[in-house]
């Protein structure tokens, strides 16, 4: 046993850390650069950020007074939970991470990754990575200008509330649900963009999952990325129409629990990633 | 201790075949590439590129066991070190200047930057893209795209190059300076692997042939060699002399000569002999007659353009 | 060769007139879209719940059927206006999906694969495209959606007595322009997407987010800024409220949400306008370099 351990922690050591850290350092890069600062990245930049905007004009536009906060309250809850996480951040990583492997397939270019001296595992997780960072900064930056527009008009009072009051805790629930949401559906959508030439279909069937969800037995209700998100919502709000599903309370998750759960789902998907890349084969005539 | 250096320096294909589905891509390839200058000839659809697709690990065999030097492209890092691919997708990733994308690949290898720089400005000097490296990749003509590809697969100073219809495109100076630099690096020791439909340049440099049609291996080795052991076709001598039509008549007296042509400017005659040794016998008694001055002798279809038509035909099924 | 000798013609065999040429487009479009399992299915799909409504209407119609089938329960079902709003809704969506599945292989793949150059340099212009793949579009969807309708109407109108048909002809005015309209709206904002996006993994996304994020950002706009004016941006919304109108039922929303069926129709048409000049800047024969 111990002889085991000693020769996997020799082995372990043995691994040119080094070289992967550069390697996935240059191919994060690469990415990263390409999500963001691109023409054909806009759309990502207004899925993010058009609500800042409306935010914006409300904030010249409308007369702000103290007893309005709740209100402001109310419709910042709905934008993070109905709006970013159903809308903006689903569609926006359905984008940016289903491009990662499935777009370089489609635009024949994936070849010169696998053709590069770099392990595939490493090239996918990097490219997770690139995408997790340029979704989570866009997301994250958004949230940040959401936050200060919406309470900023309000003067004193609203910076009381965003610092001394119930708004810290909200701002704080936010600024952890974005990068979660982020992350979860990256690390959905770049499985099934894996596992299917066109993964929009199954990105639907996963909005309709993630709608149903609350209706469901507790042990489906694992297998999603907004039921976790959902215990981790500061204010409720309750939806019309389909979106009542959402706000459906079933069983009481502490947020810390929401929180590893959801990343352990991450990890699962990610380690099965892993195993699809490296049996990855490059057949562009059937894309 | 041979055998083992053997393996490191050659490319080995055992038993190799790859099915896609039901489709046959190659079938029971057994293979053995020295260092030089290989030539992959077939038709289209023949498994040429899939040959090269398995020899980099971009499809994996459906069984059968590859090694290119002793690696194995499941060790990436090790073996993209030692082996460049020039494929022929005409397709590049997105928003990339020529630089950019010769440059990002080299620091891929974890190389720092001083020396990735240096090597993107050689490889892009070697294919006569300097000028044009900070464009867009999407603005550049089908040579120039060719030929980004082709510095990026030789940038890293591989020791293995495969190279996937690496003429296509390119206008003949382009040709002619990339045959150049082929043959080169062929002399430099380096392993190049080249499939092309332009034969007759291909063949200026090649130093074998390897035969593929149908997925099949039909043939493989030194082109004279391969030329040799189609022996049920007559082979094809030209014979620059001063009286051509004298020297078609006395070779025809032998029956082994089948086909007697006159060359186009009158100084010479193609003959088609079933047996070569005897005429060149022949051949020599001719000449210490000296009626006819003969001035030079050259085998006619000695290449890898006749072995096609040969072994492979005009219309792609192996005869 | 001299030139008596040249027995070239070029082809003075009988053609087809130039507007039927547009139904080849259709017709290759149609194929190519019907190859896919994927399409079959969801047409299967996508009529599944005219046989419940269709058993429905036969339930409602048959009070002895009524009483053995659905035992226990003495609720009549009302064939109204109703009924059949729900029965565009439920189509509606169902065309939603089938657009956002086929319109992108009727249009991505020529571009992705560069064929417009080699269609446009036949005798086809760049509208007759066009044409030719809307029509294709609009015939799938007008399979699923108005043409089933109309059928389950008339077959409601056969089961009960004479003045029902009478009474309710509005309904079927009203199936048939509200779905008319909206799988206009949906072709033509199918291949605006597929041409700009280009590949159809993207287009399939860009379909759906086209339809949703509108709708979302419209939602925003009309809570944040206090306006009933935001949910000009949410199609779907917009569309159930002038089906509601066209076949007179019930209305769906609250009094302060509704819109003006003007400032409904004028944003449709703004909006098909704008799709209508993205399917221009596109459509066009030029080599697409991947890179």
């Given at each position: 046993m111990?002889d085991?351990?000693?020769?996997?922690?020799?082995?372990f050591?043995?691994q040119?850390?080094?070289?992967?850290r550069r390697?996935?350092?240059r191919?994060?890069l690469?990415?990263?650069?390409?999500?963001?600062?691109?023409w054909?990245?806009?759309?990502?930049?207004?899925l993010?950020?058009?609500p800042t905007l409306?935010?914006?004009?409300?904030?010249?536009?409308?007369?702000?007074?103290?007893?309005?906060?709740?209100?402001?309250?109310?419709?910042?809850?709905?934008?993070?939970?109905?709006y970013?996480v159903?809308?903006?951040?689903?569609?926006?990583?359905?984008?940016?991470?289903?491009r990662?492997?499935?777009g370089?397939m489609i635009?024949?270019?994936?070849h010169?990754?696998?053709?590069?001296?770099?392990?595939?595992?490493?090239?996918l997780?990097?490219k997770f990575?690139?995408g997790?960072i340029?979704?989570?900064l866009?997301?994250?930056t958004?949230?940040?200008?959401?936050i200060a527009?919406?309470y900023?008009?309000?003067?004193?009072?609203?910076?009381?509330?965003?610092?001394?009051?119930?708004?810290?805790a909200?701002?704080?629930?936010?600024?952890v649900?974005?990068p979660?949401?982020?992350?979860?559906?990256?690390?959905?959508f770049?499985?099934?963009?894996m596992?299917?030439k066109?993964p929009?279909?199954?990105?639907?069937?996963v909005?309709g999952?993630?709608?149903?969800?609350p209706?469901?037995?507790?042990?489906?209700?694992k297998?999603s990325?907004?039921?976790y998100?959902r215990?981790?919502m500061?204010?409720?709000?309750?939806?019309?129409?389909?979106f009542?599903?959402l706000?459906?309370e079933?069983?009481?998750?502490s947020?810390?629990?929401?929180?590893?759960?959801?990343l352990?789902?991450?990890a699962?998907?990610?380690?099965?990633?892993c195993y699809?890349?490296?049996?990855?084969e490059?057949r562009?005539?059937t894309? | 201790?041979?055998?083992h250096?053997?393996?490191h320096?050659?490319?080995?294909f055992e038993?190799v075949?790859?099915?896609?589905?039901e489709?046959l891509?190659?079938?029971k390839v057994?293979?053995s590439?020295?260092?030089?200058?290989t030539?992959?000839?077939?038709?289209?659809?023949?498994g040429?590129?899939?040959?090269?697709?398995?020899?980099?690990?971009l499809?994996?065999a459906?069984?059968?066991t590859?090694?290119?030097l002793?690696?194995s492209?499941g060790?990436?890092?090790?073996?993209f070190?030692a082996?460049g691919?020039?494929?022929?997708?005409?397709s590049?990733?997105r928003?990339?200047?020529?630089w950019?994308f010769?440059f990002?690949s080299?620091?891929l290898?974890?190389?720092?930057?001083?020396d990735?720089?240096r090597?993107?400005?050689?490889a892009?000097?070697?294919v006569?893209?300097g000028?044009s490296a900070?464009w867009?990749?999407?603005s550049y003509?089908k040579g120039?795209?060719q030929?980004i590809?082709?510095?990026?697969?030789?940038?890293h100073?591989p020791?293995?190059?495969?190279?996937?219809?690496?003429?296509?495109?390119?206008d003949?100076?382009?040709?002619?300076?990339?045959?150049?630099?082929?043959?080169?690096?062929?002399?430099?020791g380096?392993?190049l692997?080249?499939?092309s439909?332009i034969?007759d340049?291909?063949?200026?440099?090649?130093?074998?042939?390897v035969l593929?049609t149908?997925?099949?291996?039909?043939a493989?080795?030194?082109?004279?060699q391969?030329?040799?052991e189609?022996?049920d076709k007559?082979?094809?001598v030209?014979?620059?002399?001063?009286?051509?039509e004298?020297?078609?008549s006395?070779?025809f007296s032998?029956?082994?000569?089948v086909?007697?042509?006159l060359?186009?400017?009158?100084?010479?005659?193609?003959?088609?002999?079933?047996d070569?040794?005897?005429?060149?016998?022949?051949?020599?008694?001719?000449a210490?007659?000296?009626v006819?001055k003969?001035?030079?002798?050259?085998?006619?279809?000695d290449?890898?353009?006749a072995?096609y038509q040969?072994?492979?035909?005009s219309?792609g099924?192996?005869s | 060769?001299s030139v008596?000798?040249?027995d070239?013609?070029?082809?003075a065999?009988?053609?087809?007139?130039?507007?039927?040429?547009?139904?080849v487009?259709?017709?290759?479009?149609?194929a190519e879209a019907?190859s896919?399992?994927?399409?079959?299915?969801?047409?299967?799909?996508s009529?599944?719940?005219l046989?419940?409504?269709l058993i429905?209407i036969?339930?409602?119609?048959?009070?002895?059927?009524?009483?053995?089938i659905?035992k226990?329960?003495?609720g009549?079902?009302?064939?109204d206006?109703?009924y059949f709003l729900?029965?565009?809704?439920?189509?509606s969506w169902l065309?939603?999906i089938?657009t956002a599945?086929?319109?992108?292989?009727?249009?991505s793949?020529?571009?992705?694969?560069?064929?417009l150059?080699?269609l446009?340099?036949h005798p086809v212009s760049?509208?007759?495209?066009?044409?030719?793949?809307f029509?294709?579009?609009?015939?799938?969807?007008?399979?699923?959606?108005?043409?089933?309708?109309l059928?389950?109407?008339?077959?409601q109108?056969?089961s009960?007595?004479l003045?029902?048909?009478?009474a309710?002809?509005?309904?079927?005015?009203?199936?048939?322009?509200?779905?008319?309209?909206?799988?206009t709206?949906?072709?033509?904002?199918?291949?605006?997407?597929?041409?700009?996006?280009?590949w159809r993994v993207?287009?399939?996304?860009?379909?759906f987010?086209a339809?949703f994020?509108?709708?979302?950002?419209?939602?925003?706009?009309s809570?944040?800024?206090?306006t009933?004016?935001g949910f000009?941006?949410n199609?779907?919304?917009?569309m159930s409220?002038?089906?509601?109108?066209?076949?007179?039922?019930?209305?769906?929303?609250?009094?302060k949400?509704?819109?003006?069926?003007?400032?409904i129709?004028?944003?449709?048409l703004?909006?098909?306008?704008?799709?209508v000049a993205?399917?221009?800047?596109r459509?066009?024969a030029r080599?697409?370099v991947?890179?």
């Open positions: 111990a085991t351990v000693g020769s996997f922690s020799r082995s050591a043995q040119p850390w080094a070289l992967w390697q996935a350092g191919l994060t690469i990415e990263v650069r390409r999500n963001l600062f691109s054909k990245a806009s759309w990502i930049y207004f993010a950020f058009v409306l935010i914006f004009i409300h904030g010249l536009v409308d007369r702000h007074f103290v007893e309005g906060i709740s209100d402001d309250t109310n419709v910042l809850a709905g934008i993070v939970q109905f970013y159903r809308l903006g951040i689903f569609f926006g990583c359905l984008g940016i991470f289903s990662l492997i499935r370089e635009e024949r270019s994936l010169f990754y696998l053709l590069s001296p770099v392990r595939r595992e490493i090239l997780l990097s990575a690139a997790s340029s979704a989570v866009l997301f994250e958004a949230m940040v200008a959401n527009l919406m900023g008009p309000f003067g004193a009072a609203g910076r009381d509330y965003v610092f001394h009051g119930a708004g810290l909200q701002s704080e629930a936010y600024l649900i974005v979660l949401a982020c992350l979860g559906y990256g690390a959905v770049l499985l099934l963009s596992m299917f066109n929009t279909p199954a990105a639907m069937l909005l999952w993630e709608a149903i969800n209706v469901l037995p507790s042990v489906l209700q297998i990325v907004a039921s998100l215990h981790l500061p204010v409720s709000i309750p939806g019309e129409g389909i009542a599903l706000t459906v079933t069983e009481p998750v947020g810390w629990a929401a929180a590893l759960g959801l352990l789902l991450i699962v998907v990610l380690t099965y990633s699809r890349m490296r049996r990855l490059i562009y005539t894309e | 201790m041979t055998d250096a053997t393996l320096d050659r490319i080995q038993n075949s790859k099915f896609y589905g489709v891509g190659v079938n057994t293979l590439i020295p260092p030089g200058v030539t992959l000839v077939g038709p289209n659809g023949s040429k590129t899939t040959l090269m697709n398995l020899m980099t690990g499809v994996q459906s069984s059968g590859i090694s290119v002793g690696l492209p060790n990436a890092t090790e073996f070190r082996v691919y020039c494929t022929q997708f005409d590049f990733p928003g990339l200047s020529g950019q010769v990002d080299l620091m290898h974890g190389m720092d930057k001083m990735a720089f090597l993107t400005v050689e892009l000097d070697r006569q893209l000028d900070g867009p990749i999407a003509s120039m795209r030929k590809r082709l510095a990026q697969s030789i940038a100073h020791r293995v190059l495969i190279l996937d219809e690496p003429l296509n495109g390119l003949p100076m382009a040709r002619a300076e990339s045959l150049a630099l082929f043959e080169e690096l062929g002399r430099q380096m392993h692997i080249i499939s439909h034969l340049e291909v063949d200026r440099i090649s130093d074998r042939v593929i149908g997925g099949y291996l039909i493989e080795g030194n082109i004279h391969v030329r040799q189609v022996r007559p082979m094809q030209l014979i620059r002399c001063d009286h051509p004298l020297l078609a006395r070779m032998i029956n082994h000569c086909e007697a042509r060359h186009a400017d009158g100084q010479g005659v193609f003959l088609r002999t079933g070569i040794d005897q005429f060149y016998s022949m051949l020599n008694g001719i210490a007659e000296g006819i003969i001035n030079a002798v050259a085998p006619a279809d290449d890898a353009n072995i040969y072994l492979i035909g219309d099924s192996a | 060769m008596y000798k040249h070239y013609r070029p082809f065999g009988k053609v087809t007139p130039r507007w039927m040429r547009i139904y487009l259709s017709r290759y479009g149609a019907w896919s399992k994927i399409t079959v299915g969801l047409f299967v799909l009529l599944l719940p046989v419940i409504f429905g036969y339930l409602a119609n048959n009070p002895l059927a009524r009483a053995l659905v226990g329960s003495s009549a079902i009302d064939i206006a109703g729900k029965m565009l809704e439920f189509q065309a939603l089938l599945w086929i319109a992108p292989r009727l249009i793949f020529d571009l992705a694969d560069n064929a150059p080699i446009l340099s760049r509208f007759g495209y066009v044409l030719g793949k029509l294709a579009m609009f015939m799938f969807l007008s399979i699923v959606t108005w043409i089933p309708c059928l389950l109407f008339a077959y109108a056969y009960s007595p003045p029902w048909f009478a309710h002809l509005s309904i079927a005015a009203g199936l048939f322009s509200g779905a008319i309209l909206w799988i709206v949906l072709s033509i904002l199918g291949l605006a997407l597929s041409s700009w996006v280009k993207v287009a399939t996304g860009a379909i987010a339809v994020v509108p709708a979302g950002v419209g939602a925003i706009m809570a944040i800024l206090r009933r004016w000009l941006l199609l779907p919304m917009m409220v002038l089906w509601q109108r066209m076949l007179g039922a019930h209305p769906i929303f609250a009094e949400y509704a819109l003006p069926t003007p400032a129709l004028a944003m449709l703004a909006s098909c306008v704008c799709f993205m399917l221009n800047a459509i066009r080599e697409v991947r890179g």
